[in-house]
């Protein structure tokens, strides 16, 4: 059975817009999916939905076969953590130290183990200097990691990370790889929304394509940047070198490597 | 004409422990699309608070060196004539909203508002600002309640409608799908068509080459290469210092390296088809 699953899920705001539509989509334990398509889809909705932020309005999310309408947020967190699109709708606490550990010391969990934890998951996104620091004095760039921190120290079974690379440079988009990277290793799921292909590319073998509050295609990568109408619905570009490959009338290229021997 | 001009400029925030920027000069002529490019931390950002005046308006700590707008210095400018000249739209797309506004339409328009333009100048001119950055659908929502790429094209418009000369874009598709992304390349290119010069951060390298004319890389607050995009954004030293080559370049360097061959360097998926049939150069 599926470790987190949506059945059939509609959801709308407050306001009466529906965000999504008979939305469907499983993930099993050890996988790392790309949750990509067009600004508005609804990615950011549908992740909300698997961690208990937002409840379906109509339909069911299940995480590890229990209904997310029957748990408190907290219960469901704990399982799917979550990683905002916007760091600052998360950071809450003055230092660094004190916002990586704020989950744990609220679980009451014991002050040496929150302190190794803690300082574990700093050293892995880069932040074990700034542990007094102010996240505001941090930018918006490195916010993103204090958030990814806060969420890595709670060790959920599945970890979602809403647009990390955004805004990242060339070595902070290595450290997202690597963390991914890590997470997996350790046998957990990762999803992750983002808008850079290449990253898709070299990071995930999975990708769910989202356009106007549906999936349009759930699928392996490489077959996803095969598919043209998919790609232009969901406002998609391949990658770079898989367009260059094409413009040469080379097919189902996606990496250099790839290229270097078709020419 | 020269529109923005930074002479020796060397700057520390308040309780910065080192300097953000040390000794920046460059040079953006009127209509250039100018790239300010480098790693996180780099100093783009406060270049573009320095260029506004921001800083040391706002942000107080030590500035030397001279800033230039269209041939005045900065520090001469009176807050109202500056923000007429000079269009900013901010690193973070989140903080962008004024939150006094609770439809899309009326949060393009409130700058106008501010300018006290009358009515109907307003309606026509957030009404373009629609249209060009695709905000049809969502023009009556509230902008609190957008999703984060929808909230940066309304912060973009929202900056566009004051017709400003000179235009500062702080990494303005960090939330954008591809499409839109190219969408606002575009714009760009249209803004320089009517002979706007714009000033842009981006992390996109690959469409900082195909639409940019000069790129400045900065590195630990001070230029570490700089001139025309082709000169930059071909030479394999950008990597040693935090930036990034396009990879249509970086592609064909490596294979230049690995096949010894001296082929040109094409920086764009259709220079390298220009290349191949022998129309380049
Ligand atoms: N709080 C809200 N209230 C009402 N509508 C909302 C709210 N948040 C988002 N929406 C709308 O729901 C739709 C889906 O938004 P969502 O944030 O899930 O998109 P997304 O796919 O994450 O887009 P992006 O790539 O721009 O982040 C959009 O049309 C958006 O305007
Ligand atoms: N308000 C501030 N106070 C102190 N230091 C700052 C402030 N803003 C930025 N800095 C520092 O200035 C340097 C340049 O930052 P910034 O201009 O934001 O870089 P970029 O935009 O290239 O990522 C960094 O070392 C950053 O930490
Ligand atoms: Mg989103
Ligand atoms: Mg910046």
Same mark, same amino acid.
């Given at each position: 059975?599926?470790?987190?699953?949506?059945?059939?899920?509609?959801?709308?705001?407050?306001?009466?817009?529906?965000?999504?539509?008979?939305?469907?989509?499983?993930?099993?334990?050890?996988?790392?999916?790309?949750?990509?398509?067009?600004?508005?889809?609804?990615?950011?909705?549908?992740?909300?939905?698997?961690?208990?932020?937002?409840?379906?309005?109509?339909?069911?999310?299940?995480? *590890?076969?229990?209904?997310?309408?029957?748990?408190?947020?907290?219960?469901?967190?704990?399982?799917?953590?979550?990683?905002?699109?916007?760091?600052?709708?998360?950071?809450?606490?003055?230092?660094?130290?004190? %916002?990586?550990?704020?989950?744990?010391?609220?679980?009451?969990?014991?002050?040496?183990?929150?302190?190794?934890?803690?300082?574990? =998951?700093?050293?892995?996104?880069?932040?074990?200097?700034?542990?007094?620091?102010?996240?505001?004095?941090?930018?918006?760039?490195?916010?993103?990691?204090?958030?990814?921190?806060?969420?890595?120290?709670?060790?959920?079974?599945?970890?979602?990370?809403?647009?990390?690379?955004?805004?990242?440079?060339?070595?902070?988009?290595?450290?997202?790889?690597?963390?991914?990277?890590?997470?997996?290793?350790?046998?957990?799921?990762?999803?992750?929304?983002?808008? *850079?292909?290449?990253?898709?590319?070299?990071?995930?073998?999975?990708?769910?394509?989202?356009?106007?509050?549906?999936?349009?295609? *759930? =699928?392996?990568? =490489?077959?996803?940047?095969?598919?043209? %109408?998919?790609?232009? %619905?969901?406002?998609?570009?391949?990658?770079?070198? =898989?367009?260059?490959?094409?413009?040469?009338?080379?097919?189902?290229?996606?990496?250099?490597?790839?290229?270097?021997?078709?020419? | 004409?020269?529109?923005?001009?930074?002479?020796?400029?060397?700057?520390?925030?308040?309780?910065?422990?080192? &300097?953000?920027?040390?000794?920046?000069?460059?040079?953006?002529?009127?209509?250039?699309?100018?790239?300010?490019?480098?790693?996180?931390?780099?100093?783009?950002?406060?270049?573009?608070?320095?260029?506004?005046?921001?800083?040391?308006?706002?942000?107080?700590?030590?500035?030397?060196?001279?800033?230039?707008?269209?041939?005045?210095? $900065?520090? /001469?400018?009176? &807050?109202?004539?500056?923000?007429?000249?000079?269009?900013?739209?901010?690193?973070?797309?989140?903080?962008?909203?004024?939150? $006094?506004? @609770?439809?899309?339409? /009326?949060?393009?328009?409130?700058?106008?508002?501010?300018?006290?333009?009358?009515?109907?100048?307003?309606?026509?001119?957030?009404?373009?600002?629609?249209?060009?950055?695709?905000?049809?659908?969502?023009? +009556?929502?509230?902008?609190?309640?957008?999703?984060?790429?929808?909230?940066?094209? $309304?912060?973009?418009?929202?900056?566009?409608?004051?017709?400003?000369?000179?235009?500062?874009? +702080? /990494?303005?598709?960090?939330?954008? +799908?591809?499409?839109?992304?190219? &969408?606002?390349?575009?714009?760009?290119?249209?803004?320089?068509?009517?002979?706007?010069?714009?000033?842009?951060?981006?992390?996109?390298?690959?469409?900082?080459?195909?639409?940019? &004319?000069?790129?400045?890389?900065?590195?630990?607050?001070?230029?570490?290469?700089?001139?025309?995009?082709? @000169?930059?954004?071909?030479?394999?030293?950008?990597? +040693?210092?935090?930036?990034?080559?396009?990879?249509?370049?970086?592609?064909?360097?490596?294979?230049?390296?690995?096949?010894?061959?001296?082929?040109?360097?094409?920086?764009?998926?259709?220079?390298?088809? /220009?290349?191949?049939?022998?129309?380049?150069?």
């Amino acid at each position: 059975m599926a470790y987190l699953e949506l059945c059939d899920v509609d959801f709308s705001y407050s306001n009466g817009f529906e965000a999504l539509h008979h939305v469907s989509m499983r993930f099993e334990m050890g996988e790392a999916v790309a949750i990509i398509g067009q600004n508005g889809a609804g990615k950011t909705t549908v992740v909300k939905l698997m961690n208990g932020l937002l409840k379906p309005s109509r339909g069911q999310v299940l995480v *590890d076969g229990v209904t997310t309408k029957q748990q408190r947020t907290s219960q469901v967190a704990a399982k799917v953590g979550y990683v905002f699109q916007n760091p600052d709708d998360q950071i809450f606490q003055d230092t660094i130290g004190k %916002e990586i550990a704020y989950g744990l010391v609220k679980k009451k969990v014991e002050k040496s183990a929150v302190k190794a934890k803690v300082a574990a =998951a700093a050293r892995l996104c880069g932040l074990e200097d700034e542990m007094e620091t102010h996240p505001y004095d941090l930018p918006f760039s490195r916010r993103k990691f204090v958030t990814i921190a806060s969420a890595l120290v709670m060790d959920p079974k599945v970890l979602i990370l809403d647009e990390p690379t955004a805004g990242q440079d060339a070595p902070s988009t290595r450290l997202l790889a690597d963390i991914i990277q890590g997470v997996m290793a350790s046998g957990k799921t990762v999803i992750t929304i983002t808008h *850079d292909m290449e990253f898709v590319t070299k990071e995930f073998s999975r990708g769910i394509v989202m356009a106007k509050k549906h999936v349009l295609m *759930d =699928a392996p990568i =490489a077959e996803i940047f095969e598919n043209d %109408e998919v790609l232009e %619905e969901a406002h998609l570009k391949r990658p770079y070198i =898989a367009q260059l490959a094409r413009s040469y009338g080379i097919r189902g290229v996606l990496t250099d490597e790839e290229l270097l021997r078709a020419m | 004409m020269v529109a923005i001009s930074l002479e020796h400029v060397t700057y520390r925030y308040p309780l910065g422990t080192g &300097d953000a920027l040390d000794d920046i000069s460059f040079h953006i002529g009127q209509g250039e699309v100018y790239a300010l490019i480098g790693g996180n931390g780099s100093g783009k950002t406060t270049v573009c608070n320095i260029i506004r005046g921001f800083i040391p308006q706002f942000y107080k700590g030590t500035l030397t060196g001279s800033v230039m707008v269209n041939d005045k210095p $900065v520090s /001469e400018y009176d &807050d109202a004539e500056l923000t007429q000249i000079v269009g900013y739209s901010f690193q973070n797309p989140f903080t962008q909203m004024s939150g $006094v506004k @609770d439809n899309v339409r /009326e949060e393009i328009g409130y700058a106008l508002e501010n300018l006290g333009l009358p009515r109907e100048d307003i309606g026509r001119r957030v009404d373009a600002m629609i249209e060009l950055l695709d905000l049809q659908e969502m023009a +009556d929502q509230n902008p609190l309640e957008l999703s984060g790429g929808q909230r940066q094209r $309304v912060a973009i418009a929202a900056v566009l409608v004051t017709d400003p000369q000179i235009v500062i874009l +702080d /990494e303005p598709t960090s939330q954008l +799908d591809p499409q839109s992304t190219e &969408d606002i390349f575009n714009i760009i290119k249209l803004l320089k068509n009517q002979g706007k010069t714009i000033v842009l951060v981006e992390h996109k390298i690959d469409l900082v080459a195909e639409y940019c &004319d000069y790129a400045l890389l900065l590195e630990e607050g001070r230029v570490a290469m700089g001139g025309p995009i082709r @000169d930059v954004l071909t030479d394999p030293k950008v990597m +040693d210092h935090g930036g990034q080559l396009p990879q249509v370049a970086r592609f064909f360097i490596d294979r230049n390296t690995k096949l010894g061959l001296c082929d040109p360097i094409p920086l764009t998926v259709q220079e390298a088809v /220009e290349f191949k049939t022998g129309r380049g150069n």
